[in-house]
């Protein structure tokens, strides 16, 4: 299994933007889809973007759509999520997860399939 890192949190503005990035480390990077999920206080761990082991396939929340940009590179075992537009509805902790189980082809954003977790970065959008 991969062992996952997130960094690149913060408090940012509305409107603003934040760029996560997280870095694995583990044999066979490239076998596997990578999600990014997040967890507000009181609320449920949602998936937000996730990407195909090869890039080919990527797939969005409705709320993040056209505001958020996955992706992966292989060469250098690392994933990240550009995020623009923020909104204070952004404002939660951040994951990177990595699957074997969430599919190529739009790759599932349902957190169950996710088996490795990295330790989470916080992201806070507030004015």
């Known amino acids: 299994q991969l062992q996952l890192a997130e960094s690149g949190g913060g408090l940012v503005r509305p409107g603003g933007s934040l760029r996560l990035s997280c870095a694995a480390s583990g044999f066979g990077f490239d076998s596997y889809g990578i999600g990014w999920l997040r967890q507000a206080p009181g609320k449920e761990r949602e998936g937000v973007a996730s990407?195909?082991?090869?890039?080919?396939?990527?797939n969005y929340a409705e709320s993040v759509k056209g505001r958020f940009t996955i992706s992966r590179d292989n060469a250098k075992n690392t994933v990240s999520l550009e995020m623009d537009i923020l909104e204070p509805e952004d404002t939660a902790v951040y994951y990177c997860?990595?699957?074997?189980?969430?599919?190529?082809?739009?790759?599932?954003?349902?957190?169950?399939?996710?088996?490795?977790w990295g330790q989470g970065t916080q992201v806070t959008v507030s004015s």
């Open positions: 997860a990595s699957s074997t189980r969430a599919g190529i082809v739009r790759p599932s954003l349902r957190a169950s399939l996710y088996d490795s």
């Open positions: 990407i195909s082991q090869v890039s080919d396939y990527t």
